[in-house]
T-cell receptor
């Protein structure tokens, strides 16, 4: 079974600074998809960024970018110019497609210090 | 497009009672997923529908859990004979599937408390 590991239960960053959240996963598949989702307190899960494993180029969405290292099975999220609204739980997720659902890590609680 | 909606948002029930939750996906999405999220954990996949067909249900937690999507639109998740361990947030997500759009969009969840 696939597993997703987020080794940082909590991270803190000063507003306007850059922070990197770590994620590793375990799979024997070569084709899959990776995601970062954001879950603000008492609010619903929002997709931040996605990456297809067959693409070598790292995905970027405005201030959010990933460092995808397929051989190392690593998928970190970099948030640049951190804003107060970025404060949330961040979940890394893995998906093989087909009839399976997403496999999530335990999450990283991101705190933004003003 | 009003997003994925779930009802009720909160449910308090006594142990042993049956509960049913509803999920209305984004209208053009044919794929629908249910997850359970307990405190301090990431969501855990329960079941998957493609249109009205339930293509994956082996991950439902026990035979007390069942789900339907009768006309390929909204879905219901039922828990029979609830137990205190069933207390959690139940999330629904929907997606379409094309080469470029496959991500799952989540609803706000139904928080279940079993007393």
């Amino acid at each position: 079974a696939q597993t997703v590991t987020q080794s940082q239960p909590e991270m803190s960053v000063q507003e306007a600074e850059t922070v990197t959240l770590s994620c590793t996963y375990d799979t024997s598949e070569s084709d899959y998809y990776l995601f970062w989702y954001k879950q603000p307190p008492s609010r619903q899960m929002i997709l931040v960024i996605r990456q297809e494993a067959y693409k070598q180029q790292n995905a970027t969405e405005n201030r959010f970018s990933v460092n995808f290292q397929k051989a190392a099975k690593s998928f970190s999220l970099k948030i640049s110019d951190s804003q107060l609204g970025d404060a949330a739980m961040y979940f890394c997720a893995y998906w093989e497609g087909g009839a399976d659902g997403l496999t999530f890590g335990k999450g990283t609680h991101l705190i933004i210090q003003p | 497009d009003t997003g994925v909606s779930q009802n009720p948002r909160h449910k308090i029930t006594k142990r042993g009672q049956n509960v049913t939750f509803r999920c209305d996906p984004i209208s053009e999405h044919n794929r629908l997923y249910w997850y359970r999220q307990t405190l301090g954990q990431g969501p855990e996949f329960l079941t998957y529908f493609q249109n009205e067909a339930q293509l994956e249900k082996s991950r439902l937690l026990s035979d007390r859990f069942s789900a339907e999507r009768p006309k390929g639109s909204f879905s219901t998740l039922e828990i029979q004979r609830t137990e205190q361990g069933d207390s959690a947030m139940y999330l629904c997500a929907s997606s379409s599937f094309t080469h470029s759009t496959y991500e799952q969009y989540f609803g706000p969840g139904t928080r279940l408390t079993v007393t």
